[in-house]
Each structure stands twice: as C-alpha cells, then as structure tokens.
C-alpha cells in the first residue's frame, strides 16, 4: 500500500472511529513503532507490549491488559493467555538452546482457572526436562490481583538454523 492508500484509511477509520477505536489503534501503531526500534523482537510481543525479565531458569512476561486482547466478555481471550504462556517458555528454551540451534514448539496445552481481568498478566515459565534435542517448559499466569488465570505446560524440539 503506497503512502496516499495509507492516509485514506486512516483518515476513514478516523471518521468512523469510537474513542475506544482510536486509543486501540495508537497501541497498535505504538506496537510498530517498538518494533521499527527494535524495542521488541516480534511483532506479537510488540502490540502485546511484552516486557520480560530472563534468567538462567526463569522467563517472566508481563503485558498490560487492553480492550485489544479481550473477547466478547470483556475477558482477556484464551489465545492470548496461550500466547503470552508459549513466549515465555519459547523465549526461555531458545535461550538454553545450543548456539546455531533454535527451539520450536511441538505441544502446548492451556489450562483457565480463572478469568484474565485486570491491568496486567504476568506469566513466569521454568524448565522441567532439558535435553539436547527436546524440552519441557511449565508457566503459571497470573492476574494483577495474585490470583493465577492459567497454567500451561509446553514441548519444544531443538533444529538446526539454516
């Protein structure tokens, strides 16, 4: 899309747009912008606004809860609480994969205990198995207020980068 096809769409989007429309749109376009500036790595985590703490054994990931994220209950939507759990054991196992390796998932499954609502979600993963060719993660996410929304489990296979 060339630059004028661009400003056309903005400017009906703009002319049409809720106020609730436009604030999702500036986290949208504040989400590229991290990403043009290499803030965030992903696409995902930059429109997320994914900031994370990684240790040798532990990644944590924290993102602020939006109207972008929900569902149609007004809840965070599942995808993005499995989304927020495969990050930070995907980010965690490439980290501990072997230098020219990387580490893709192979299973996720998802466990809701309780709704995502609040301000923010914070997922923590740790390792349960690590191998040479595969890895097991675990994650627990909780809510702003203590309570944990999700626990995940994950399976990643080591490859080879081309």
Do not use: W
């Amino acid at each position: 899309m060339d630059n004028d096809g661009f400003k056309k769409l903005i400017d009906n989007f703009l002319s049409k747009a809720s106020d609730e429309d436009k604030l999702i749109l500036g986290n949208v376009l504040g989400g590229m912008k991290n990403k043009v500036s290499l803030q965030n790595s992903s696409y995902i985590g930059s429109f997320l606004g994914m900031e994370k703490i990684l240790t040798e054994y532990t990644c944590q990931i924290t993102i602020p809860l939006t109207s972008l994220i929900n569902n149609n209950l007004g809840i965070v939507h599942g995808g993005i609480i499995a989304t927020l759990a495969d990050s930070a054991m995907g980010i965690l196992a490439n980290e501990a994969a072997p230098e020219g390796s990387a580490a893709v998932t192979t299973q996720l499954n998802t466990h809701y205990l309780s709704p995502g609502i609040g301000s923010s979600l914070s997922c923590t993963a740790r390792f349960v198995h690590k191998g040479s060719q595969t890895m097991v993660l675990e994650a627990d996410v909780f809510r702003d207020d203590g309570k944990k929304a999700a626990y995940s489990t994950g399976s990643f296979f080591i490859l080879r980068k081309s």
